[in-house]
Structure formats: structure tokens, C-alpha cells
């Protein structure tokens, strides 16, 4: 009979849609190809995949933007869900990539820490955080991540969606590039 392997690789994956959320890209490109990682700062895999999507950037020679879509679920600690949602109140400042490189070597402890790193980002609006952060807006941006990290089938793990093909985020950097190169 016909043997079938359990296993499809990456590259004979049906694409599916992903949108690339609300924020402004992480790391910005020409668009040719696009990244949309579902993680958070908390998460002990994303801690090597910020500098996986540098260096994929950086070989795909500009062509690739990466998006971050937070993903946090019900049981994480409350730091979790509040750096998602500095996340998104500072990329209404167009600061999320000044966010991201501050967080991305070291999640904060606890909210003293986000508060006084987030004061930290040059040219940051306080009253502006302080009022996106109230208004709690940022909720439903949560939300929305949440679910579609969950439409993926995303149980903990960082995922990455490479050019419409889901992956977990720890792959190796070659598994993106052959996603990219296709």
C-alpha cells in the first residue's frame, strides 16, 4: 500500500490568512514578504526569536516586516497582560519599536519596572500613556490577538506565520528563509 509520512513540511503547507494586526511593524520592510509572530516578552521561547527575525530581516535584504500580534493567555501573570497593553498604548506614540528593543533583552518584573522603562523611550507622551492605558482600548487589541493566536491553533508557544504558513516560532532560521525564498 501507500505509506504517508505524518509530517508535511513547511513548504507544501496551505497558506491561511493572518492579518497583520494593528500595530506598526517591528521591524519594517518593502512588504514583499511578511512575519506575524504571536508571542509576548514574558514568553521564555520569544527571548531568541527577536534576533532569528533581525537576522531573516536582514537577509531577505529589507524585503520582510515583521509583525507582533501579543498573545497572552488566561493563566499568565498580570505583567504579562500589562506590557501588551504598554504595547500597544506606546505604538499609538510611534514608539513601538523603541518599545520593543527595550523589552525584547529583558521582560519587566513587575509594573514599577514597565512604568519606569516605558518613561525611559525618548520622546514619550506620559499623559498620552496614561490616557490610552485608562481608556483600556487596549483590552480588545488583546483580545482579538488572543484569538486569532487561538484560530491557529496556538495553545503557549510563540507562532510565526511566514508568508501565510504558520510555524513555531523556534524553528530555525532556515525554515524561515525557505518560507521567505519561495
Not at 501588551?84 to 518599545?99: H, T, V, W
Not at 513555531?168 to 532560521?173: H, K, N, R
Request: hydrophobic share 40%.
Amino acid at each position: 500500500g501507500k505509506v504517508e509520512w505524518g509530517i508535511l513540511p513547511l513548504y507544501h503547507r496551505d497558506p491561511v490568512e493572518v492579518a497583520a494586526g494593528v500595530m506598526a511593524p517591528i521591524v519594517s520592510g518593502t512588504g514583499d514578504h511578511r512575519v506575524v509572530v504571536f508571542a509576548n516578552y514574558h514568553c521564555p521561547v520569544c527571548g531568541s526569536l527577536w534576533a532569528k527575525l533581525d537576522e531573516l530581516a536582514a537577509k531577505s535584504n529589507g524585503k520582510t516586516s515583521v509583525h507582533l500580534r501579543y498573545f497572552v493567555q488566561e493563566g499568565d501573570a498580570w505583567i504579562v497582560k500589562q506590557t501588551a497593553m504598554a504595547g500597544y498604548c506606546l505604538d499609538e506614540q510611534k514608539k513601538l519599536s523603541e518599545f520593543h528593543r527595550s523589552m525584547r533583552e529583558r521582560a519587566p518584573v513587575d509594573e514599577a519596572d514597565l512604568l519606569k522603562r516605558v518613561s525611559e523611550i525618548p520622546g514619550f507622551a506620559q499623559a498620552r500613556f496614561e490616557n490610552c492605558w485608562k481608556a483600556r482600548l487596549t483590552e480588545q487589541k488583546l483580545e482579538r490577538d488572543f484569538k486569532d493566536g487561538q484560530a491557529l491553533g496556538l495553545s503557549g508557544q510563540a507562532l510565526a506565520v511566514v508568508n501565510g504558513i504558520p510555524m513555531q516560532a523556534q524553528e530555525p532560521l532556515s525554515e524561515y528563509l525557505i518560507l521567505i525564498r519561495q
